[in-house]
């Protein structure tokens, strides 16, 4: 069935490392990809989105890259900080009328300082 | 600019009780979600509304779960009975065209059945 799902359930960092959070997601016909970044306690965040007709988008600090052949969407972080240290859930954008927005299960990251 | 503002932030209630949740959406957008977020789990969209309509509820127990906008800009959401299962955050999130279509969630709201 249709769905977007993440490879690792957590990942672990030393700060000021890089940080790439992966996704996979089935349904080719996504209008657009977005990453969120949920803190405890708190709503998802929006951080950044891409265009199924892009490969690459880059934010403050964040590149998203999407692989439409394999299907694969990755967040990365540049020079990972505490801050940083969050749930980011993948999710994709199904257009057709309206938009319909589905999340993934979500990767936990954690920052050691 | 203000964000989503959701009441209450933090609720428990017995099984077979009701509750009820309130959603102010940001100013101006006409698309206003809901969505249920288990703990550990991704959000999953319960109710989905367009103005005053609903174009997506497909994922809404229906025989204990409602939601209204009546007026296209504030919204509830009720569950009536609850059951131990429907203890999850329950997240209101709003978007709109003229603004990219990025959804914007509020805080969320708890709800612990016990």
């Known amino acids: 069935g249709e769905s977007v799902g993440l490879h690792l359930p957590t990942l672990s960092v030393q700060e000021g490392d890089n940080s790439i959070i992966n996704c996979a997601y089935s349904n080719s016909a996504s209008d657009y990809f977005i990453w969120y970044k949920q803190e405890s306690g708190k709503g998802p965040q929006f951080i950044i989105d891409i265009r199924s007709n892009m490969d690459k988008r880059q934010g403050q600090r964040v590149t998203v890259l999407l692989n439409k052949t394999v299907k694969h969407l990755s967040l990365q972080i540049a020079a990972t900080q505490p801050g940083d240290s969050a749930v980011y859930f993948c999710a994709e954008n199904r257009a057709g009328g309206y938009q319909k927005v589905t999340f993934g299960t979500g990767t936990k990251l954690q920052v050691i300082p | 600019e203000a964000g989503v503002a959701q009441s209450p932030r933090y609720k428990i209630i017995e099984k077979r009780q009701s509750v009820a949740f309130w959603c102010n959406p940001i100013s101006g957008h006409a698309t206003l979600y809901w969505y249920q977020q288990i703990l550990g789990q991704g959000p999953k969209l319960l109710i989905q509304?367009?103005?005053?309509?609903?174009?997506?509820d497909s994922q809404l127990p229906k025989d204990r779960f409602s939601a209204e906008r009546l007026k296209g800009v504030d919204s509830t959401l009720k569950i009536q009975p609850a059951k131990l299962e429907d203890s999850a955050v329950y997240l209101c999130?709003?978007?709109?065209?003229?603004?990219?279509?990025?959804?914007?969630f509020g805080e969320g709201s708890w709800l612990t059945v016990v």
């Open positions: 509304f367009q103005n005053n309509g609903v174009v997506d």
């Open positions: 999130a709003s978007s709109s065209r003229l603004a990219g279509n990025t959804i914007y």
